[in-house]
Antibody, heavy 120, light 107 residues
């Protein structure tokens, strides 16, 4: 069974930093691109960042470019999102999501999400 | 970047109804279009990928069609458990990926 479990969320002050983690199981993690997608309270889905299977390619939404860094450790089946210079508008549930390259790249498995709140 | 326009933003329907949601891309995306269902407090769930392919385990009352810039998502006969928010998403080429703003399907 494919599972993605996020951790590391919490309350942080504006300008602060936070590191999210996601541990994957039930599939060959090193063969898949993975993404972070977020959802602000009461709002829609926003893609945040993507990293290729071997970390060769990293992509970011304009809204987080220069502040967030995506990384992975295939030996630990883990995905990370380092978030710096956090703003109130970064408040959201952050989902770790697998991308199915073999079927036109849909986001086929999602974690349960972790809440990040940026507030003074 | 590719923009996705989804309509309607909300929809009222009854059990047994046929409902249709549309999604338009700002440029041609071939069939790189996916549909998700999200229930309150839950993660989104993939229903349809590559415009018309049913994800494993998803009931056949859900379907999708379209190519290029115009896409349609249909539920042939609404069940009570289908009341949720639905999103389209493009996965054409390389990121950034983009989502429609969602359609809230209400009783």
């Amino acid at each position: 069974e494919v599972q993605l479990v996020e951790s590391g969320g919490g309350l942080v002050k504006p300008g602060g930093s936070l590191r999210l983690s996601c541990v994957a199981s039930g599939f060959t993690f090193s063969s898949y691109s993975v993404n972070w997608v977020r959802q602000a309270p009461g709002k829609g889905l926003e893609w945040v960042s993507s990293i290729s299977s071997s970390s060769s390619y990293k992509y970011y939404a304009d809204s987080v470019k220069g502040r967030f860094t995506i990384s992975r450790d295939n030996a630990k089946n883990s995905l990370y999102l380092q978030m710096r210079s956090l703003r109130a508008e970064d408040t959201a549930v952050y989902y770790c999501v697998r991308e199915d390259y073999f079927n036109s790249q849909p986001l086929d498995y999602w974690g349960q999400g972790v809440l990040v709140t940026v507030s003074s | 970047d590719i923009q996705m326009t989804q309509s309607p933003s909300s929809l009222s329907a009854s059990v047994g109804d046929r409902v249709t949601i549309t999604c338009r891309a700002s440029q041609s995306i071939s069939t790189f279009l996916n549909w998700y269902q999200q229930k309150p407090g839950k993660a989104p769930k993939l229903l349809i990928y590559a415009a018309s392919n049913l994800q494993s385990g998803v009931p056949s009352r859900f379907s999708g069609s379209g190519s290029g810039t115009d896409f349609t998502f249909t539920i042939s006969s609404l069940q009570r458990e289908d009341f949720a928010t639905y999103y389209c998403q493009q996965s054409y080429g390389t990121p950034p990926w983009s989502f429609g703003h969602g359609t809230k399907l209400e009783i």
